[in-house]
Structures are given as C-alpha cells and as structure tokens.
C-alpha cells in the first residue's frame, strides 16, 4: 500500500483543472486550495473550486476531486490543512 499523501493536479480532458487529494474524514480537520502566480501571494481559491467527487478510501480518509477553470498562464496550488485547536 502506498503510504504517501496524493495531491495531483493536471489539465483534464475540457482544459479544466482537476485537483485530487487525500483528506481526513476526522471531525474538525479542515483545508483550503490556495493559488499564487508567483509563489509569494497567496489566496484562498475554494470560490474557483468545484467538488466533482469524493471515494472512500476506508481508512479514514477519502479522495476528493475538484475542478476549476484556469486562471492565466502560470499558478501555483497548494492546500493548506487546518486542524482543530486544542483547549
């Protein structure tokens, strides 16, 4: 089995971006795609992000895929996981 988190981003077969990565199906774990032209300003992009799909990957996890339009010639993605504070 492959251990490694999958975060893949490629153009689809419409020139549309789709974005699929693994996350956590635990309560109160979040994550947010972020996109950048240069790799220093970056922005939340969950408006230009559509969910098309998610599986079950039965291990307290699920795939979930995203499709966006492209915006511009270069951008960077990244996903920015958001964990629950402890108190």
């Known amino acids: ?3 490694r988190p999958e ?3 490629r153009i689809g077969t419409d020139g ?8 956590s199906l635990i309560s109160g774990v ?3 795609i972020q996109v950048s032209p240069d ?7 969950m408006e230009s992000f559509t969910l098309v799909s998610t599986q ?6 699920e795939r979930a895929t995203f499709t966006a339009k ?4 270069t951008l960077f993605v990244r996903l920015n ?4 504070s402890a108190h």
């Open 30 to 32: 979040g994550y947010e």
């Open 7 to 9: 975060f893949n981003l």
């Open 81 to 84: 996981l958001i964990f629950p």
């Open 39 to 45: 790799l220093q300003q970056w922005t939340s992009a």
């Open 56 to 61: 079950d990957l039965g291990n307290g996890y």
């Open 70 to 73: 492209p915006q511009g010639s």
């Open 1 to 3: 089995a492959n251990s």
């Open 16 to 23: 549309h971006l789709l974005l699929t990565f693994q996350r």
